[in-house]
């Protein structure tokens, strides 16, 4: 009887043993202490034993039922904790981690500046205009008195495709678009990307930003140029600033200048931030052609216009201080954020 005994609880050890879950110990409970069980149908054999045999018996069965019952309990404490365990390793979440942080996004220095210009030209009475990247020749040379073998056009190293269309080299293609669009007088800025074949270095790249504007209406004059221009430089740098022009050559204004700014850092004095010429060359100029004004059925003898172009991303680089403006177009989410709270 002892070796039944044995076996029994060597057989209840092991299939414990086997169990992973806690659901699955509720059919080893109903095989070996159930109804139907190993130990009930024991006790139901003590009948055909003698008195003595059977006290002892049954007190031995009593035993081995209340051990049995304290293993699958300690069993079913031992596996909960297990399984939370388990539970712990799969779905943590470190709780150290800003969850808005990824989420929120930041404007880029280029669209920062750009949308500065765009609201300091509107509040000067400016429509802001758009106009496509890929060009036809009339409008980024023709239209603008740059005819087909005018030198002008090797100045720009251009991307054609095979149709004859091309890559805009400059913004300037929007003063004619927005002739075409608007009777004089008129006050329009354009902005927007440009490619040109260029190398890449510090302060070249092939797609840049430009920002053109062009005023049209009676009596306009080179003083008008320098007004606009210059409120529009003491808001971007939020100082008052000096101008000067020098004499610039675009095919597309005459007379055609160059606008330079006093430097802001040493005040004219030369530092290594203007190269130690006390002035920083900002953009190209000019009173508007009367060949363009005609191509873009304006009459040059009613009306006069002056117009300018300038590169976005340098004006980013002069204002936050970039060197380089290949971090610009870069792509780089942590170079942009820095710029965010400027
Ligand atoms: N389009 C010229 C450039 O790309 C800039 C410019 C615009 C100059 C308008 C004069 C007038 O360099």
Redesign the pocket.
């Known amino acids: 009887m002892e070796k039944v005994f044995q076996a029994l609880e060597q057989e209840f050890q092991k299939v414990l043993e086997t169990i992973q879950q806690i659901r699955d110990l509720d059919s080893v409970k109903t095989s070996f202490l159930g109804k139907k069980g190993k130990l009930t149908s024991m006790m139901k054999q003590l009948k055909d034993l003698s008195n003595e045999e059977r006290a002892e018996v049954g007190k031995k069965i009593n035993r081995l039922k209340t051990a049995f019952q304290e293993k699958l309990d300690s069993k079913r404490v031992t596996l909960k904790k297990s399984e939370f365990n388990k539970r712990m390793e799969k779905e943590w979440i470190d709780i150290t981690i800003d969850p808005m942080a990824e989420e929120t996004g930041s404007m880029h220095p280029i669209s920062i500046m750009q949308q500065r210009l765009e609201d300091i030209f509107v509040a000067m009475g400016f429509e802001v205009l758009d106009g496509p990247h890929i060009e036809t020749e009339f409008y980024n040379f023709e239209a603008l008195n740059i005819p087909e073998h005018h030198p002008a056009r090797d100045m720009h190293d251009t991307f054609y495709f095979e149709d004859g269309h091309l890559l805009r080299?400059?913004?300037?293609p929007i003063?004619i678009r927005g002739m075409e669009k608007l009777d004089p007088p008129f006050r329009i800025v354009g902005p927007g990307k440009?490619f040109r074949c260029e190398r890449t270095d510090a302060s070249h790249d092939s797609v840049f930003h430009?920002f053109?504007?062009m005023m049209v209406d009676k009596n306009i004059s080179v003083a008008n140029l320098i007004y606009f221009l210059k409120t529009m430089l003491g808001e971007v740098f939020e100082s008052e600033v000096e101008v000067r022009l020098r004499p610039?050559y675009?095919p597309?204004?005459e007379p055609?200048f160059e606008l330079d700014m006093r430097c802001l850092l040493c005040a004219g004095e030369g530092c290594k931030f203007c190269k130690q010429v006390g002035w920083i060359e900002l953009?190209?100029?000019?009173m508007v052609h009367p060949n363009v004004l005609r191509a873009g059925n304006v009459d040059p003898e009613k009306y006069s216009g002056f117009?300018?172009?300038?590169g976005i991303d340098r004006l980013a680089m002069l204002k936050y201080d970039i060197s380089d403006i290949r971090p610009l177009h870069g792509g780089n989410l942590n170079f942009a954020r820095v710029f965010s709270i400027k």
């Open positions: 080299t400059q913004t300037s003063q440009v430009q053109e504007g610039g675009f597309f204004v055609g953009l190209g100029c000019g117009a300018f172009g300038m």
